[in-house]
């Protein structure tokens, strides 16, 4: 069973947009948490972190 978590910057009243992520055995997976029956990214752990230092960066050209 995959286990979801969501963003840690969503709000606790569960209304939020939000992203969740999971351990896909070697893997990681992003989804909106909103629409989770529309699938899912699934990332390396290297193009995870990458994408997540860009986001806190604000750099768009990703």
Known sequence: MTI???????????TDDCVEVA???GHVGMRDSKAPEAGHLVLTPEAFGQLVNCLKQDDRDF
């Open 4 to 14: 979801w978590r969501k963003s840690s910057f969503c709000g606790s009243g569960g």
């Open 23 to 25: 351990d896909l055995g």
